[in-house]
């Protein structure tokens, strides 16, 4: 929001960013953001702000003009055993997909507690534990405080281990 366009001393001079979120889209909106926004159209889902289902999917389908450098994506788990990234509604996990396939570079983006082992939320899987599928996971470390010998922390550290071990670099 604050960013200040075109940067100086960088090359980057413009930035739009799609999305199917209403509270991005109210942060990016305002016209003296000097980032653009584009919101995809269609249907809210219920007691949320994305915007999924079939009018947002058939928004993105046929605006064959929009095609991105870089998608950063959230998701619901990071299924560490089955190498899945999952999304909370089939809807939502659908809508990732197509952001994916109209994207250069797909960025996972969650929190340290998303990467998960065993039994939990199951979720609806929107993508591959893979380099075909993924660039990179960018996640935050467990709570300071704790020692490196600490279940939470070796457990942690597996899990970043597993995922590098197929390909996709873990930013953390």
Do not use: W
Request: proline content about 5%; overall charge neutral; hydrophobic content about 40%.
């Amino acid at each position: 929001k604050e960013l200040g366009l075109p940067v100086p001393g960088s090359t980057l001079c413009s930035l739009t960013v799609c999305t199917n979120s209403r509270r991005i889209f109210e942060v990016l909106g305002p016209p003296e953001v000097s980032v653009k926004c584009i919101v995809v159209g269609g249907q809210q889902k219920f007691h949320g702000p994305a915007i999924a289902g079939a009018m947002a999917e058939l928004f993105l389908r046929t605006a064959s003009i929009l095609q991105f450098g870089m998608c950063i994506l959230g998701a619901t788990k990071v299924d560490v055993e089955r190498f899945v990234v999952c999304s909370d509604s089939q809807e939502e996990a659908a809508m990732k997909q197509l952001f994916m396939e109209k994207s250069s570079l797909t960025i996972i983006c969650v929190d340290n507690g998303k990467l998960q082992t065993g039994p939990g939320r199951e979720g609806y899987k929107f993508a591959a534990i893979d380099p075909k599928h993924i660039d990179a996971i960018l996640t935050n470390s467990p709570a300071r405080g704790r020692n490196e010998g600490d279940d939470d922390s070796v457990s942690f550290q597996a899990k970043v281990a597993a995922i590098e071990g197929r390909g996709v670099p873990v930013l953390v």
